[in-house]
């Protein structure tokens, strides 16, 4: 009880006192005196869970931490209070999309964060075009970014495309398997949905091209609640690493049947929910091993100082994919505005050609993207580390294979 | 003569309304607009008949999804064209195998019929084309959607309020209070309720053609939202679902009140919004426009008297 | 691999049966059409996760306390929300309209204060999962426990209703809730009573999903169609009908995954689903209309 207690109590006070901020600053500071950033954001729905993990709590940690350093400093070196308007999409794109116009033409807000999900920033990406907001696209994996950067120039997408993640892991794959560790044998299983097929096309291709043989290949339903059948198969299937493309429901599911059938392959990779701090509870302890989609560098003091103010300030660690990513792109945020202010299309044109101090390191964006990004990462020794790009400073050597359950 | 006047003057009131009126304003004009479209379709069959569907987003989705897949291959007019065509040959199909479905196996029905219809796509999307998300970059503006959306929703209850006259209407509502009855005195039960399931679920995918733009990334979890379906049936029932104008009575205020509760109170407001079911089902079980009724019959009586 | 199937699917299957036992009853007996039993279920679940993480009781220990409260909570529900729609209905097939707009609500109202309680996270725990080997094929322990659950609640259900005067009554007020009170059956009590019970069911089968499924708090709507398209396979309020139902349910999913696609699973259902209620709306098992 204690630990979710904790965290409705957190939460409910970290409500209590942005609420009280908001309203304080804007009752005591004159119109003009205090920066409007809104957002709105999955509170309700099926997309509530997503944007609970890696977007909300990140965007309250950031309001905080700025507010109670005495708020944004503008390029005259005066700072002002953040204050913040919130509203709950819904999980449906005609409510976010509405609310967006609402942020823009009723509150007037000075500044947009983006929703959590791919679909969920392509809804509102015209609109932020057409009334000029930078958006800042951390949540929405698509192999179309570049296309998306193009059409609407104050865009930028921060989480990399579908065929990035599916090379990054057939390359430890196929380094595992040059060394006689696997054989050439894979099993993969890929949700319907379109953050699952965008995986799956991407890393056909790259096995193929790789010298590996996909002996089963299989698309589940969004909703599967039981994956006895699809293990059992990927156990005959002969492959020595079971690859998933899936959603946290699928990635716990499927650890959990993994281990209770004794399913013992020498890779076993999942994709969204195995970086999540819940993870290693999920599994009983015995990630270790356990491969999954995106990692940090978790030696980075800037990282452990990050994972030290989410657990504090939310009462849960963050996820080792998007979370620290979402937090950069604030951060981002917060240097552009200290460095040319609130002016839309100056914010825009320094996102995209400056260079950034943020928790993730020095970034600096190509074409409006984030491209240095981690791939793949492995749970070892107890933290999610990051094992691809192999060559990015703060990689850690995957271990393949994993130790048994 | 004021029957007809006074609804056409509100139309062009609401026409010229963007005019004067802010980006957001236009946006919850667009979602009053759908959801009174929605409510009335929906109503066009359901009200009479008394066959609760939640079949509403299958069509509404179906009709978003025609728009994803046909945009770039053919002029804008055509797909809505097919969009209406493929909804009602939906309809037709289900109609002809489940009309004779009654109560709860309906509704049932039709609530496992939006998600067959989401899972088929799903299946297909994913196994024959190999793509899910599918993008519409329409240069259609806010306002033109606006438009389209008035005047499908004015369709609506012009259609509603002829068929209420016509002799379809009369044996829906023959239906509607007894099938027995209605089949001893020669209504064709199975045609007359085909035609307006058939009509309901053209208007319904129309809905969710024009809406799509709005949206530019379609997705089956994204246009196969079941609530859509379930506010859609909220909506006409609060307002009165047998009536001409209940449906959009309905759906008005609690669209506005849904914007109102998720922009104040965004982490409570489910609670908010179950309580205010639980109230309409107690409070005005038989909509909005009977309560008025009723309370307006309470204060003068004679009046009703003198009009009846 | 055909004794795979067969064996995945049939424990499958028990854990949909659990699920829909409840449902049934309610709406077989109380008439109730609810759609907030999900909601419910999940509840409980969210409870027993409580107890485990805070409390360290172990699910299968805080099973029969989860129970009792379902039941209080089915009770009170009907008593405050149901009753009184009933009462205006007056036996017309306006309450089938009324229960479904107020359940409706009920399911905001529940989901809402999950998500204020215990936030938007997946929750799950671990929690007996180690593999049982039964006639050769490895089955997860939770899952064979709610299966096990499922048989003894299923057929203590199923000989109470069909050996005691107890269940004589329930089974007259679902046959014909007009006339049972000719015969000095006091339908309200017997509504109140098929409901709490309903819900109390709702609450076992929460807790066994809490053992071995990931969940959200917005997940209810999920359980509550699963349950929905067994029970109308089943026969509404027919109790060895949805059993029944549950597992021939459980067997299609996993043929369907390792035969023909696991992408059809989800649709196989909701076709065999429709196709049922086209062809024997009165379920398979029913023989009555």
Same mark, same amino acid.
């Given at each position: ?8 109590? &957190? ?23 205090? @920066? ?29 931490? @700025? ?40 509150? +007037? ?34 192999? +179309? ?21 599916? +090379? ?178 100056? &914010? ?10 943020? @928790? ?15 791939? @793949? ?29 | ?56 987003? %299958? ?29 009602? %040959? ?48 329409? =240069? ?16 609506? !209850? ?19 209070? =007894? ?26 995918? !129309?809905?969710? %053609? ?65 309580? !205010? ?11 909005? !426009?009977? /309560? ?7 204060? %003068?009586?004679?009046? /009703?008297?003198?009009?009846? | ?5 067969? $064996? ?29 039993? *999900? ?50 209905? *007056? ?33 799950? $725990? ?22 096990? $659950? ?52 709702? #609450?076992?089968?929460? #807790? ?82």
């Amino acid at each position: 009880m204690t630990g979710i207690s904790r965290r409705a109590a &957190l939460r409910a006070l970290s409500f209590g006192v942005t609420s009280t901020l908001a309203l304080t600053a804007g009752m005591a500071l004159a119109e003009g005196d205090t @920066v409007k950033i809104g957002y709105a954001v999955a509170r309700t729905g099926p997309s509530a869970t997503g944007a609970g993990i890696t977007t909300i709590p990140n965007y309250e940690l950031w309001v905080d931490s @700025v507010n109670k350093a005495g708020g944004l400093t503008l390029p005259d070196g005066s700072k002002k209070m953040i204050e913040v308007v919130e509203y709950d999409n819904r999980s449906a794109n005609q409510d976010l999309v509405r609310a967006i116009e609402r942020l823009a033409s009723q509150d +007037k807000v000075d500044l947009i964060l983006p929703p959590w999900g791919t679909g969920a920033n392509l809804a509102i990406a015209p609109l932020m075009a057409k009334f000029g907001y930078p958006q800042l696209a951390v949540t929405a994996v698509t192999d +179309k970014a570049p296309e998306f950067a193009a059409r609407w120039d104050r865009s930028f997408w921060m989480l990399g495309g579908g065929h990035d993640y599916a +090379k990054g892991l057939v390359d430890v794959l196929a380094a595992a398997r040059d060394a006689g560790t696997i054989n050439g044998k894979v099993a993969v299983v890929s949700v319907a949905d379109g953050f699952g097929i965008d995986l799956i096309n991407g890393a056909r291709p790259a096995f193929e091209e790789a010298g590996f043989e996909l002996v089963y290949d299989k698309t589940y339903p969004l909703g599967t609640s039981d994956f006895a059948a699809l293990m059992s198969e990927a156990q005959g299937s002969g492959a020595d690493s079971f690859v998933a493309f899936s959603y946290p429901p699928g990635s716990f599911g499927m650890t959990k049947t993994a281990q209770s059938m004794g399913y013992n392959p020498k890779v076993f990779y999942i994709s969204v929910g195995g970086a999540f701090p819940i993870y290693p509870g999920v599994a009983d302890g015995k990630a270790e091993g356990v491969m999954a989609i995106g990692g940090v560098n978790a030696d980075s003091p800037a990282i452990q100082d990050y994972f030290a103010r989410h657990t504090e300030f939310t009462g849960k660690a963050p996820d080792s994919w998007a979370s620290a990513i979402t937090y950069a792109s604030l951060e981002m945020l917060e240097q552009a505005v200290e460095r040319v202010g609130l002016d839309h299309a100056a &914010l825009a044109a320094e996102l995209s050609g400056g260079t950034f101090e943020t @928790v993730i390191g020095e970034v600096k964006l190509e074409d409006n993207q984030l491209r240095d990004l981690w791939w @793949v990462g492995q749970w070892q020794g107890g933290a999610f580390r990051a094992v691809n790009p192999g060559d990015k400073d703060g990689a850690s050597a995957p271990v393949i294979p994993k130790p048994e359950w | 003569m004021i029957r007809i006047l006074l609804p056409l003057i509100g139309l062009a009131l609401l026409t010229v309304l963007p005019n004067y009126i802010s980006d957001y304003g236009l946006g919850l004009l667009i979602g009053a607009a759908t959801y009174v479209t929605l409510a009335s379709a929906w109503a066009l069959f359901s009200g009479q008949t008394h066959y609760i569907s939640l079949a509403t987003v %299958a069509f509404y989705g179906t009709g978003a999804y025609t728009v994803a897949v046909l945009n770039e291959a053919l002029p804008y007019p055509a797909v809505l064209a097919c969009a209406a065509l493929i909804g009602g %040959a939906m309809a037709l199909v289900v109609g002809l195998s489940t009309l004779r479905l009654q109560g709860v196996y309906f509704v049932i029905f039709s609530f496992g019929l939006a998600e067959l219809t989401r899972q088929l796509i799903t299946w297909y999307e994913v196994n024959v084309t190999g793509t899910l998300g599918r993008y519409i970059f329409l =240069d259609i503006t806010t306002r033109q959607i606006y438009w389209q959306m008035l005047a499908l929703g004015a369709a609506t !209850l012009a259609l509603t309020a002829w068929i209420n006259r016509s002799r379809l209407g009369l044996a829906l509502r023959v239906i509607g209070d =007894d099938e027995t009855v209605a089949a001893h005195s020669g209504i064709n039960l199975a045609r007359t309720k085909l035609i307006a399931f058939v009509l309901s679920a053209m208007i319904l995918t !129309l809905a969710g %053609a024009i809406t799509s733009p709005r949206y530019v990334y379609v997705e089956p979890a994204i246009v196969f939202n079941p609530t859509v379906s379930f506010l859609t049936v909220i909506m006409a029932l609060l307002g009165g679902a047998n009536r001409l104008w209940g449906p959009a009575l309905g759906a008005v205020p609690l669209f506005l009140a849904f914007e109102y509760l998720s922009s104040n109170f965004p982490d409570t407001y489910p609670i908010f919004l179950g309580l !205010l079911f639980i109230g309409v089902v107690f409070l005005v079980p038989n909509g909005l !426009l009977a /309560k008025l009724e009723t309370l307006t019959a309470r204060k %003068a009586p004679q009046t /009703k008297e003198a009009r009846t | 691999m055909l004794m795979t199937t067969l $064996i995945l699917g049939l424990v499958l299957g028990g854990t949909y049966a659990l699920l829909a036992l409840g449902l049934t009853l309610q709406y077989g007996i109380a008439r109730i059409m609810n759609l907030a039993y *999900g909601e419910l279920t999940l509840a409980a679940a969210f409870l027993v996760v409580a107890f485990f993480q805070g409390a360290g009781l172990s699910p299968l220990l805080s099973l029969p306390a989860i129970a009792l409260a379902g039941y209080g909570a089915g009770w009170l529900l009907y008593q405050v929300m149901m009753r009184p729609l009933v009462a205006r209905s *007056g036996g017309s097939g306006r309450l089938e309209v009324d229960s479904i707009l107020a359940t409706f609500g009920l399911l905001f109202l529940i989901q809402g204060v999950l998500l204020v309680s215990f936030g938007a996270d997946f929750t799950s $725990i671990s929690y007996l999962d180690r593999g049982v080997s039964v006639l050769g094929v490895s089955v997860a322990l939770n899952r064979l426990i709610a299966f096990g $659950i499922c048989i003894l609640a299923g057929t203590a259900l199923v000989t109470a209703l069909r050996t005691t005067s107890w269940g004589l009554r329930m089974r007259a007020v679902a046959l014909t809730p007009g006339s049972a009170p000719l015969v000095g059956i006091d339908v309200n009590r017997v509504a109140r009573q098929g409901f709490a019970l309903g819900s109390a069911l709702a #609450a076992i089968g929460g #807790a066994s999903v809490s053992m071995y499924q990931t969940f959200s708090a917005t997940d209810g709507v999920v359980f509550t169609m699963k349950a929905l398209v067994i029970v109308i396979m089943g026969g509404v309020g027919n109790v060895p009908g949805a059993l029944a139902a549950g597992f021939a349910l459980g067997l299609l999913e996993t043929f369907v995954a390792t035969a023909i696609d696991p992408g059809l699973t989800l649709a196989a259902t909701f076709a065999i689903f429709l196709a049922v209620l086209l062809w024997r709306p009165q379920g398979l098992f029913g023989a009555r209309s």
